[in-house]
C-alpha cells in the first residue's frame, strides 16, 4: 500500500477500504505518514467527501489510537451532549443538571472555547475554584456519587484525532463533514458513553451554514453511532442570532442560574428542556419523549436542576455561592452601550459578528494558547423580532481592558440590522435526526 | 497574511493576488511555509484550479526563486522545444536539428524518462560517450558554435518549482493543469529563450487523457509566454500509440538516424517536420508557416539535418558514427516475439501500457534513483488501421535481463486490440494554439 496511491484515490472521489482507512491513520499517528501527505489527504476529502463506512472506519481507527475509558461499571445508561458550537450557547449547563436530577448518568466531556464560539470548561472555569482538570479515577468517582460531571478531553483519549485536528486547522480543512463527524464522534466514543444527543448548530453563528450541511453532518454521526450500537440522536438548531441574551464566560454563568431558577430567555429555556427530555429518554427514565419533556419540565420547576448544579459545582471545587451571588464571579469594570440608529424592528443580530466582538475584547480565543478573560462579554437587550425605538440600546458590551472595545462595537453594531417590517418568525429546533 | 487563509481561499474557488502568490512560493522556498500547507494548498489548486493572472504570478515567482540564464548575446531568436511527455517520442532529436540547419539558435533543455513516458536526456545517453552535464558556459559556447545543444535542468534554475515539484510527486497533485503549465514555463524561462514551440500530447499515453485537458494546458502556456512577451506555440498531438515503431533509448535514436535520412516512419516523419516548420518559423528563418515548412522539408531531404545531429554529437563528446553503425549503440542480447491471436485490424496499441512494459524492463523509471538500460526496448512492426493475419507479429521486446520479461510481454500483448473491422483514421496534429 502506498500512501500517494491512497490520496490519488480519494481525490479521485473513489471509496477506500477500512484496512486503508486503517493504514492512513495508524501510518499519520506512529509518525510512519509525513504531515504532507495527510494534508493532501484531508484536503482531497474536503473536495471529495466520504461514505459512511469510510467515516466509520475513520472514527473507529481515531478510536483504537489512544485508551478508552470504561464506564460500564457505573448503573445505568450514560449519556453524553454535545453541540457543534455557538455564540451564547449555554445549555450544556441547563440541560445536563435537569437531566442528572432525573437520575441519569452524565459524563459531560467538554470542550472550550475557538474563534467566536464559546466552551464550557470555559464557562466552569469562571467560578471560583472549579476544577475541570479531574483524573479519569476522579471523574468516575464523581459521577458514581453526584451522576454528573464535567470534564476536557483526555490527551490519552484518540491522540490521532488531536493530531489530525490540529493538521486541519493550520490547512483549511477544518470544514469538512465526515472530518467534523469523525473527531466528535471519535472523541465520545472513547469515553464510554452509551447514547448522546447532538445539538447541531446552523445559521450565520455555526460552523455548518446551511440546513442541508447540518442535516448531512447530523446524519453522519447518527450512523457512526448506529454501526457501533451506540444510540445518537441530534437536534438540528437555529443559530443565526445568539442563544438567550448572555455571551461571555461568567455572564452565561449567571444566564445559566436564573434559567434553572425557571427566570431566563425562552429560547434559551426551550431548548434545554428540549434537550435535557432527550438525554432523560435514551438514558431511560422516561418511556417516551412526551414523558420526558414532563419530567425535564418539572425538574426545572422544583428546582432540583438547580440544586443540581450548585451540587456538582461544590463537588469539583467550586464556589455554588455564586449561583445566588453574581458578585462572587469576575466582573466586568467597563461598560459600552451600543443603540439602536433608527426605531424599527430587530431583524437581523449576527451571531458570528457577536462572537467575535466578545471574543476581541477577551471572552475568547484565536488561538489555544490565548488567555481567557472570565468577567468581559456582551449582553443583550433584544432579539430578532422585538420592536425598537431610536436611540433604544441593543446590547451592551462589558470589558476589563479599553484596548480592543472601539473595535468590538463596531462588530456590535454591524451585527444588528433594524428594518421597518417584522421579520418572519423563525423556529429554534428545525429538525430531529436519529 | 496567514498561509492557512491563502489555502482557505483558494479552496472556496477566490482568485489570489500577485503578492499573495509569491509570498506562498518564497515562503515555501525559503522554509517558511511547512510541506504540509503547501501539499493542502496544490490539492486545493487540483480541485479549485486557478486563473491566467495566478498561474502566471506562480510561474514568474519561480523563475525568480533562481538563477536565469542570459542569452541574449547569441545571435537571433532563441527556440525551444518541449513535449509533454509521450511514448516513443523521438520528435527532440529530429525537429531540433532540422531548424538548427536552417539557422535557428536551439537551447534544448531536456528531461528524463518517469513512469511510462521517455526522456531525451536518457535517449542522447545511450550515445557512447555523448555529455548532457554541460555547465552553462560549456552551454552557451555550443550553442555559439553549433546552434544546437542539449542540456538538462540546472539545479540552479527555479529550484522552487523542484521543491514543488517533489512535494506534488509524493502528494498526488502532478495532474493539475495549471501547476503543469507553471512548472514546464517557469523552467523553460529561466533558460533564456525566446519562443517556444510546445508538443502537447493527448491521449491513453499521455498524461492528458483528453483534448479538452490537453488545450487548456496549452492555452495556459501560451498565456504565460504571452504576458511576458515570449511567443508560444502549441501542437496538441495524438498519444493513443507511440510515435514512430521504437521505444527504448538507443532504439529511438536508430529511429531518430533512419527518419532524419528520410527513411523513418510516416508519422515521426510528419511530426518532426511540422514541429521544426514552427521552430525555423517563431526563430523569424521563415516569413510564413508554408515557407518554414518547404525549409524543414529541404533541410531533410538534403541530409543537412541529419548531418547537425551528427556534429552536435561529436561536439558534446560522443561518437558521431552511431547514427550510420548501430551496432555502436548498446544492443539487447535477448529478444521475444508477441503475436496476433487473430487475424483483423489493428485498432488500439495502448500507448500507456507499451510504455510500462518497456520501463519494466530497464528503458525507463519508476523513481528518479533507478538507473536506465539503454539498450532494451520495444520494436512495433505494426500500426492502427494495419491489417495482420493470425500469429503475424506484432512487436518484439529487446531485453537484456529474463527478470520481468513475462510480465512486460503480458503487458505487451494486453495493449494490443484487433478488431474484425478497420478502425477509423485519426489524425496526428489534432490542433494548433497560440
Known amino acids: 500500500m502506498r500512501t500517494v496511491d491512497l490520496i490519488h484515490r480519494k481525490r479521485d472521489g473513489e471509496e477506500l477500504s477500512v484496512e486503508e482507512i486503517a493504514y492512513l491513520v495508524d501510518g499519520y499517528t506512529n509518525g510512519g505518514i509525513p504531515d504532507y501527505q495527510m494534508s493532501a489527504f484531508l484536503m482531497a476529502v474536503f473536495f471529495s467527501g466520504m461514505t459512511d463506512r469510510e467515516v466509520s472506519a475513520l472514527t473507529d481507527r481515531m478510536v483504537a489510537s489512544g485508551a478508552s475509558v470504561d464506564l460500564s461499571d457505573l448503573p445505568g445508561v450514560k449519556v453524553d451532549k454535545h453541540s457543534t458550537g455557538g455564540v451564547g450557547d449555554k445549555t450544556s449547563?441547563?440541560?445536563?443538571?435537569?437531566?442528572?436530577a432525573a437520575g441519569v448518568t452524565i459524563p459531560m466531556i467538554s470542550g472550550r472555547a475557538l474563534g467566536h464560539t464559546g466552551g464550557t470548561l470555559d464557562k466552569l472555569?469562571?467560578?471560583?475554584g472549579f476544577r475541570t482538570g479531574l483524573s479519569i479515577e476522579e471523574f468516575r468517582?464523581?459521577?458514581?456519587?453526584?451522576?454528573l460531571g464535567f470534564i476536557g478531553q483526555s490527551q490519552e483519549v484518540a491522540p490521532a484525532d488531536g493530531k489530525v485536528y490540529a493538521l486541519r486547522d493550520a490547512t483549511a480543512t477544518v470544514e469538512s463533514i465526515p472530518l467534523i463527524a469523525s473527531s466528535i464522534m471519535s472523541k465520545k466514543l472513547a469515553m464510554g458513553l452509551d447514547a448522546l444527543v447532538l445539538d447541531v448548530k446552523v445559521g450565520s453563528g455555526a460552523f455548518m451554514k446551511k440546513q442541508v450541511d447540518a442535516r448531512r453532518l447530523a446524519q453522519m454521526m447518527v450512523g457512526i453511532?448506529?454501526?457501533v450500537d451506540k444510540r445518537v440522536q441530534a437536534l438540528i438548531t437555529?443559530?443565526?442570532q445568539p442563544l438567550g441574551y448572555a455571551i461571555g464566560n461568567a455572564l452565561e454563568v449567571m444566564e445559566v442560574s436564573q434559567t434553572l431558577q425557571n427566570a431566563g430567555p425562552a429560547d434559551l429555556t426551550q431548548l434545554s428542556l428540549e434537550l435535557a427530555a432527550r438525554m432523560i429518554h435514551l438514558g431511560k427514565k422516561a418511556a417516551s419523549i412526551e414523558e420526558a419533556r414532563e419530567v425535564a419540565q418539572s425538574k426545572l420547576l422544583d428546582g432540583s436542576g438547580y440544586r443540581k448544579l450548585k451540587e456538582v459545582i461544590g463537588a469539583q471545587g467550586g464556589n455554588p455561592q455564586v449561583l445566588d451571588r453574581f458578585e462572587l464571579l469576575p466582573n466586568a469594570t467597563g461598560a459600552r452601550e451600543i443603540s439602536s440608529p433608527r426605531a424599527g424592528y430587530v431583524s437581523a443580530i449576527d451571531a458570528e459578528y457577536i462572537g467575535l466582538a466578545s471574543a476581541m475584547i477577551g471572552a475568547g480565543r484565536d488561538t489555544k494558547e490565548d488567555v481567557i478573560d472570565p468577567a468581559v462579554g456582551v449582553i443583550l437587550?433584544?432579539?430578532?423580532?422585538?420592536?425598537?425605538?431610536?436611540g433604544a440600546v441593543l446590547c451592551r458590551l462589558y470589558y476589563t481592558n479599553e484596548e480592543h472595545v472601539?473595535?468590538?462595537a463596531q462588530l456590535v453594531e454591524d451585527a444588528f440590522r433594524i428594518s421597518s417590517t417584522a421579520p418572519e418568525e423563525r423556529a429554534l429546533i428545525l429538525e430531529v435526526v436519529g
Open 93 to 100: 449547563l441547563i440541560a445536563a443538571p435537569l437531566a442528572a
Open 125 to 128: 472555569e469562571s467560578i471560583p
Open 406 to 408: 472601539e473595535e468590538a
Open 238 to 240: 437555529d443559530m443565526n
Open 381 to 390: 437587550e433584544v432579539k430578532i423580532g422585538q420592536k425598537v425605538d431610536a
Open 141 to 147: 468517582e464523581q459521577l458514581g456519587k453526584h451522576q
Open 225 to 227: 453511532g448506529r454501526r
